[in-house]
């Protein structure tokens, strides 16, 4: 089945987490991606995270569908390999320090001289230009820096990060989007572009109302732990065996919320009939809905206020999110067979495309094993020819 990106060839040297995702993306999507790495040392990733058989799945989880060449990138052997692969690839995609490609000899004007309909995207923490352009970026100090941090946890409470590496991982999204983006444009001018993903500015364009509330009245954000930031009732409720998420975002899931719990009156009462009462009284509120909720158990309510038309949830731990029913209808944990290291699972794809599906093509690539491929497919009969090791160290 022809997928959407079959026949765009995808130069990958990006290493950990941001870029890898982002051409993991686009592999799933049906690109050809190379994943070049060095000779000696491949993406550190392959020794992060937890290992089966001495194999990482934390690596195996974020590359598949591409193959590894082995370059050695300081060489000049492995720049001019890298030169023939750019001269006939749709993209390029690095994640280094901003000036670091131009550095080895790829600048900007290089890589339009080698080929004027490549598209390059690169992935930095705080964008290519600009005050902060050469600062180091990690997806804790983005958190930080974006005001992310700021708006998590409770107000008497510092702080706090989000779990996930979210920053890296928006930016991998966004780079992405970017990428298939400038290829439609290409598609209309013949000419490639560089596409531009900074961790920070990723981070900023997910606050949805908190900027936009901000950017109106000047008022900074307070930190409201699980309940909402502008509405009331929203969060966490104690029921007798365990706490549920619920989530009645407007007027009318209140309504039903609360002719459910049996205090449908709670819309007429003098504290609680508009939203800018229940967020003043919302301790008070809390605690009647709170005595409701403990009447019966979290399976019950669950059941009940969903077949009622309001969002309701239980928090699940990871393992409990992976082995939920709609998650495995929806084949969002996948098994894949890796030669020599056996069946490994991980998420699956999260976009479903009803005519041409994503697949898994290749597993997760043994570092370098492509090299001799590749090669061949540049019309260079051996290793040696390119400087690359006959052998991986």
């Known amino acids: 089945m022809q997928q959407p990106l079959s026949g765009i060839r995808v130069i990958d040297l990006t ?113 290519s230009s600009g005050p902060y352009a050469e600062r180091p970026a990690f997806d804790f100090v983005i958190q930080a820096m974006s005001g992310f941090m700021s708006t998590n946890g409770a107000e008497d409470q510092s702080p706090l990060r989000c779990g996930p590496p979210i920053t890296d991982l928006v930016a991998g999204l966004y ?27 990723g981070m900023l364009s997910m606050f949805a109302y908190l900027t936009s509330d901000y950017l109106a009245t000047g008022e900074l954000p307070v930190r409201t732990g699980n309940d909402h930031p502008i509405t009331s009732p929203y969060g966490l409720f104690n029921t007798s065996d365990g706490e549920i998420a619920v989530a009645p975002s407007t007027d009318d899931i209140l309504r039903r919320l609360l002719g459910l719990l049996g205090l449908g009156h709670l819309m007429s009462d003098a504290r609680f009939n508009t939203n800018k009462l229940r967020m003043s009284n919302r301790r008070e509120l809390n605690i009647l809905l709170d005595e409701r909720f403990s009447t019966d158990t979290q399976a019950n309510w669950i059941q009940r206020l969903n077949d009622g038309g309001v969002p309701c949830g239980k928090v699940q731990n990871v393992g409990e999110a992976l082995s939920d029913p709609q998650i495995r209808h929806q084949q969002m944990v996948l098994e894949v067979e890796h030669p020599g290291r056996g069946a490994v699972r991980m998420v699956g794809f999260p976009v479903k495309l009803s005519g041409s599906p994503c697949i898994v093509r290749y597993p997760a690539p043994e570092h370098g094993v492509h090299t001799q491929e590749i090669l061949a497919e540049l019309g260079l009969t051996s290793a040696s020819d390119a400087g690359v090791p006959e052998k991986m160290e």
């Not at 989880?61 to 060449?69: E, L, Q």
């Open 15 to 127: 290493r950990i987490l941001s870029g890898p995702f982002c051409t993991m993306l686009l592999g799933d999507m049906g690109a050809d991606v190379i994943k070049i790495e060095g000779t000696k040392e491949g993406d550190p990733i392959r020794k992060a995270g937890a290992g089966v058989n001495g194999f990482s799945w934390y690596f195996a989880s974020f590359n598949r569908n591409k193959r590894s060449m082995a370059l050695d990138l300081r060489s000049d052997a492995g720049k001019e390999v890298l030169l023939k692969l750019l001269q006939s690839a749709d993209v390029l995609v690095e994640n280094f320090r901003p000036g670091v490609l131009a550095e080895m000899g790829f600048g900007e004007e290089r890589l339009k001289q080698i080929n004027p309909r490549l598209v390059v995207a690169s992935i930095t923490g705080y964008g």
């Open 175 to 201: 780079a992405a989007y970017g990428v298939v983006n400038a290829l439609r444009a290409r598609d209309q001018s013949g000419q490639g572009q560089h596409v531009d993903s900074a961790m920070m500015n």
